[in-house]
């Protein structure tokens, strides 16, 4: 079952990239209009996963506890649409790969705090010394992949 869950997560990943590369393709067709192709690719998001979940029913009693929620937990709207119009915005302007190694570091470094802390209600998950090294690993990477060349050019000399 775990190696299904890694699997599918992985394939997310890939998503996201192909997202912000369809969706900066969407904005510089519209005159590079970064707010609107980040609104036309959430209608699009909003049309998909209102079908779905017509579908799979419970609507009106999900609805019917909404009045009920805190608005922070409305927050992840705002930060999807934040997410995606970011990408939108940087990918063309920074390049995807720079774009999306960021990306995998901020939420690499946000998740470690969320788990470790049990930020925003989620259950406490200790981040061990051997999570910690791999998190480094990872950050080192994005080192090397936003400023690899300049470091052989400086070698090189």
Same mark, same amino acid.
């Given at each position: 079952?775990? @190696?299904?869950?890694?699997? %599918?997560?992985?394939?997310? +990943? ?13 904005? /510089?067709?519209?005159? #590079?209009?970064?707010?609107?192709? #980040? ?10 996963? +209102?079908? @779905?979940?017509?579908?799979? &029913? ?7 506890? $909404? ?8 927050? &992840? &709207?705002? %930060? /999807?649409?934040?997410?995606?119009? +970011? ?9 995807? %790969? ?9 939420? $690499?470094?946000?998740?470690? #705090? ?8 989620? #259950? ?9 090294? /791999? ?10 992949? %936003? ?8 070698? +090189?000399?």
């Amino acid at each position: 079952m775990n @190696a299904v869950l890694f699997a %599918l997560a992985f394939c997310v +990943g890939i998503f996201i990239s192909v997202q912000a590369a369809v969706n900066s393709q969407l904005a /510089g067709a519209l005159h #590079a209009n970064s707010v609107v192709a #980040a609104f036309i690719s959430f209608s699009v998001g909003t049309l998909v996963l +209102g079908i @779905a979940a017509f579908t799979r &029913g419970g609507v009106g009693e999900s609805l019917a506890l $909404l009045a009920q929620q805190p608005l922070w937990k409305l927050s &992840g &709207g705002m %930060l /999807g649409a934040a997410f995606v119009f +970011g990408t939108v915005f940087l990918a063309p302007r920074i390049g995807l %790969l720079n774009m999306v190694v960021l990306v995998i570091a901020g939420q $690499l470094m946000m998740s470690m #705090a969320i788990d470790n802390f049990g930020l925003v209600q989620m #259950a406490v998950r200790k981040v061990s010394n051997i999570r910690m090294a /791999g998190a480094l690993v990872v950050v080192a990477g994005v080192s090397l992949t %936003l400023f690899g060349d300049r470091i052989v050019a400086v070698w +090189g000399r």
